[in-house]
């Protein structure tokens, strides 16, 4: 996260972290966030796994402030299966969604605490005003060519803009579908980068914290008046949900 200020995983407990082991160097690294969105199932964005990772490779972590620092509130899930959707288009990141399953023994993974909760799936209806303010987290670089991720959660807040704004003017060209949304920092502030794909844009409503994006791509980090780019989340309602009915 550019600008925003650190957290602590308590503020964002839908946070996850996703790592892939590489053989080669026989090691895991730290690959994108993700959303905890049921027990044993969590959202991330498709091009995190364009390398197409078998599920044995891949390593995901809830409950940490610090991503790399064990601590007690911690839950480690190897996957048992993930899905990339089957228009995820990887040049222009149209249906930047992936679903993954957690692998367990007894069909309960995560144990909800405060540390470890699920953020709310929106109705696939459901529009919220333009410039509503959400709310966006990770551990993700905190500038656009630091070489380093973030140690410690960072969250940062932005505001949805009006679609027909997000054009390819404002995103150096590049094409921005319906299953896209744009959000920023009217400051020019606050804004998602590299290492936060996959993590959740959530935005208040009712008292509950609702996904509406995936943080997705966009051109640089924070630089003033150009938005970040999120999947759409609300274009997916059907997708997540048979999936998961049928596994
Ligand atoms: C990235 O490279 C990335 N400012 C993600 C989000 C944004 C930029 C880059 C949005 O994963």
Not at 13 to 33: D, E, L, M, T
Not at 130 to 139: F, K, M, P, Q, R
Not at 230 to 237: G, N
Request: some cysteine; proline content about 5%.
């Amino acid at each position: 996260i550019r600008g925003g200020q650190v957290s602590d995983i308590r503020e964002q407990p839908w946070q996850v972290a996703i790592n892939a082991y590489w053989p080669r160097s026989k090691a895991y690294s730290f690959r994108c966030g993700g959303v905890l969105i049921d027990s044993c199932w969590i959202l991330s964005a498709a091009h995190c796994f364009q390398e197409r990772f078998e599920e044995k490779h891949l390593q995901v972590v809830l409950g940490r402030t610090f991503r790399l620092q064990n601590s007690s509130s911690e839950q480690i899930f190897d996957v048992e299966k993930y899905w990339i959707h089957e228009q995820y288009d990887d040049e222009t990141y149209d249906n930047d969604i992936a679903l993954f399953k957690l692998k367990s023994e007894s069909g309960i993974c995560a144990i909800y605490s405060p540390e470890v909760l699920p953020a709310c799936l929106p109705e696939p209806n459901l529009a919220l005003p333009d410039w509503t303010e959400c709310e966006i987290s990770g551990y993700g670089k905190e500038e656009e060519f630091s070489p380093f991720y973030s140690e410690r959660i960072k969250r940062g807040m932005v505001r949805l803009w009006p679609q027909d704004q997000c054009v390819p003017e404002k995103l150096s060209g590049r094409l921005v579908t319906s299953n896209m949304l744009c959000a920023g920092d009217t400051r020019g502030l606050d804004d998602a980068c590299k290492g936060d794909s996959g993590g959740p844009l959530v935005c208040q409503k009712n008292g509950r914290m609702i996904l509406m994006g995936l943080i997705s791509w966009g051109d640089g980090c924070g630089k003033k008046d150009i938005p970040g780019v999120y999947t759409r989340v609300t274009k997916y309602s059907n997708w997540i949900s048979s999936r998961m009915r049928a596994n």
